[in-house]
């Protein structure tokens, strides 16, 4: 059980252009999700997190307009990297909670590389 | 806020031998302390957690304790094997709905035959 798909796992795009990332949670019902952002060999930043049915909370420093993020139902969760630029070429990772529940389950993470 | 340190950042143990991780929390309400490891390229997994309750936890090779007064919990590995090798990240929590982990810098522990 508590498993989170993500997809997809590897992204490449022209600078410019916008990325959707989604997150799923497969079998369970997920009323909290949050988005990290992790680089080489670094810990894992939050940058968002997002409860179904209103906005997310961004992190300090963390531009919403530039990283749009919904979470339309409770098992669905996207990120949408708007007008990417190389240097937002990162591991992207989701995790899920279950509501009343502190564990976070993590998805497999999206490389996204910007050219 | 919260702010997690851990240490040390890289630890080589010969196969066998134990290996302990140690992170300090500032935050006092903290109440709930996962421990995740994660391998080259993949998904941070949940080993162990524990919560302020409970000064230590154990799972096989496993353990994890903390000392709340000091505000500090360390992962403990015994009889380390190859396949221990990877990258662990410990993290705090506030035990409440919607509150978020703030996770430590990571430890990557490499495991020699």
């Known amino acids: 059980g508590a498993v989170v798909s993500q997809h997809p796992s590897w992204v490449i795009c022209k600078s410019g252009t916008s990325v959707k990332i989604e997150c799923r949670s497969l079998?369970?019902?997920?009323?909290?999700m949050f988005w990290y952002r992790q680089f080489p060999k670094q810990s894992l930043m939050l940058m968002a997190t997002?409860?179904?049915?209103?906005?997310?909370?961004?992190e300090q420093g963390v531009e919403k307009d530039k990283f749009l993020i919904n979470h339309a139902s409770l098992t669905l969760s996207t990120l949408t990297v708007t007008s990417a630029h190389p240097e937002d070429s990162s591991f992207y990772i989701c995790?899920?909670?279950?509501?009343?529940?502190?564990?976070?389950?993590f998805g497999p993470g999206t490389r996204l590389l910007v050219l | 806020g919260e702010n997690v340190e851990q240490h040390p950042s890289t630890l080589s143990v010969q196969e066998g031998d134990s290996a302990v991780i140690k992170c300090t929390y500032s935050?006092?309400?903290?109440?709930?302390f996962p421990w995740y490891k994660q391998e080259l390229g993949k998904r941070p997994q949940l080993i162990i957690d524990i919560r302020s309750n409970v000064g230590e936890k154990k799972d096989q090779r496993i353990a994890v304790t903390l000392n709340k007064t000091a505000k500090h919990f360390s992962l403990h590995i015994t009889e380390t094997q190859p396949e221990d090798s990877a990258v662990y990240f410990c993290?705090?929590?506030?035990?409440?709905?919607?509150?978020?982990?703030?996770f430590g810098p990571g430890t990557r522990l490499s495991v020699l035959p």
């Open positions: 993290a705090a929590s506030l035990d409440n709905y919607g509150q978020n982990f703030v």
């Open positions: 997002s409860n179904e049915g209103s906005k997310a909370t961004y």
């Open positions: 079998d369970f019902q997920a009323t909290t």
């Open positions: 995790s899920a909670r279950a509501g009343g529940r502190e564990t976070q389950y």
């Open positions: 935050d006092s309400a903290s109440n709930y």
